[in-house]
């Protein structure tokens, strides 16, 4: 009965590899998000997806590709992976202009 | 300086306490307000909205002074599951949904 799930929940991996991050909400919302929370934990919107169509794109290197394949799903894939990219990343979703529902993270840790 | 600023703390307090958060933000257009609680290694999750006129909600009490760009938070009877960060939030305006995090004050409630 989870709201919004996230998978992997923990992520290891050498630089330069490539990697996807899987996030659902069966809360019906029509937005979804993803932010990153770096070491000194401020969070930071990266991406935001109405309808599946991209709203929101903040300033993040195009490593990052979002993808959304229908309104419950929003996923997160990222090439040439850096040591910089470490975090914690929390995909969210609401309805449009409504309470945000986090995901519990996917803890990506670049060796 | 940063778009939404707190005193990252941490702030130690006994139980029974009461404990005040502030919050100041940049931005003199934004429109919605929030405090976001984080438990440890959790997803972040909406404690309440802040209203212009001051808002409660149980032993919580959430205040606003827009001249100032200024929020607080107040927090009676403090007790041992208020062990937390507790997340500033602004919202710049209505046209999208993205949400400005502060970095978090901590909170240790101690027996």
């Known amino acids: 009965d989870t709201a919004v799930s996230q998978t992997p929940k923990y992520l290891v991996t050498q630089m330069g590899n490539d990697k996807s991050i899987k996030c659902e909400q069966n809360?019906?919302?029509?937005?979804m998000y993803w932010y990153k929370q770096d070491s000194k934990k401020f969070l930071k919107i990266m991406f935001s997806?109405?309808?599946?169509?991209?709203?929101i794109n903040e300033t993040v290197p195009n490593r990052f590709s979002p993808k959304s394949p229908d309104k419950a799903h929003l996923n997160l894939h990222i090439n040439s992976l850096e040591l910089g990219d470490s975090a914690v990343y929390f995909c969210?979703?609401?309805?449009?202009?409504?309470?945000?529902?986090f995901g519990p993270g996917t803890r990506l840790l670049v060796l | 300086r940063k778009e939404v600023e707190q005193d990252p703390g941490p702030f130690n307090v006994p139980e029974g306490a009461t404990v005040a958060f502030n919050c100041t933000y940049s931005?003199?257009?934004?429109?919605?307000f929030f405090w976001y609680r984080q438990d440890c290694r959790k997803e972040p999750k909406l404690l309440m909205s802040?209203?212009?006129s001051g808002n409660e909600d149980g032993r919580f009490t959430a205040q606003l002074n827009r001249a100032s760009q200024y929020i607080s938070l107040l927090i009676r009877d403090s007790k041992l599951s208020d062990s937390a960060t507790y997340l500033c939030?602004?919202?710049?305006?209505?046209?999208?949904?993205?949400?400005?995090f502060g970095g978090g004050t901590r909170l240790m409630v101690k027996p």
């Open positions: 802040v209203y212009s």
């Open positions: 939030v602004v919202r710049p305006d209505n046209a999208g949904n993205m949400l400005t």
């Open positions: 809360l019906g919302h029509d937005t």
């Open positions: 931005n003199s257009a934004s429109q919605s």
């Open positions: 969210a979703s609401s309805h449009y202009q409504e309470t945000q529902y």
């Open positions: 997806y109405n309808n599946k169509e991209l709203i």
